[in-house]
């Protein structure tokens, strides 16, 4: 059974940093590409970073972030991570981690976890 499982999250003030991680188990890992998503309440969940399968060469990111965000993986754990610098308000929402299987067969969500940028 696959699982995702994402912790990190919590409230920090606006200008501060978090660091989300995504277990993933029940699956090859190396062949998934991976990456974070949002959802604020009231709005549509939106792509935050991706990163590519095997080795994760290529990242992609929301215009958004850029610059503040870095999506990272550890193939030889199973995990993801989201370093989220300089935090707004806006960023505030529930974060979801994706796994993606290659040609997008299979699709896995994990449970999400809340961030709250707030002083």
């Known amino acids: 059974q696959v699982q995702l499982v994402e912790s990190g999250g919590g409230l920090v003030q606006p200008g501060g940093s978090l660091r989300l991680s995504c277990a993933a188990s029940g699956l090859t890992f190396s062949n998934y590409a991976m990456s974070w998503y949002r959802q604020a309440p009231g709005k549509e969940r939106e792509l935050v970073a991706g990163?590519?399968?095997?080795?994760?060469?290529?990242?992609n990111y929301a215009d958004s972030v850029k610059g503040r965000f870095t999506i990272s993986r550890d193939d030889a754990k199973n995990m993801v991570y989201l370093q989220m610098n300089n935090l707004k308000p806006e960023d505030t929402a529930v974060y979801y981690c994706?796994?993606?299987?290659?040609?997008?067969?299979?699709?896995?969500w994990g449970q999400g976890t809340q961030v709250t940028v707030s002083s």
């Open positions: 990163i590519t399968r095997g080795g994760g060469v290529i990242t």
């Open positions: 994706k796994a993606v299987s290659g040609g997008g067969y299979w699709t896995y």
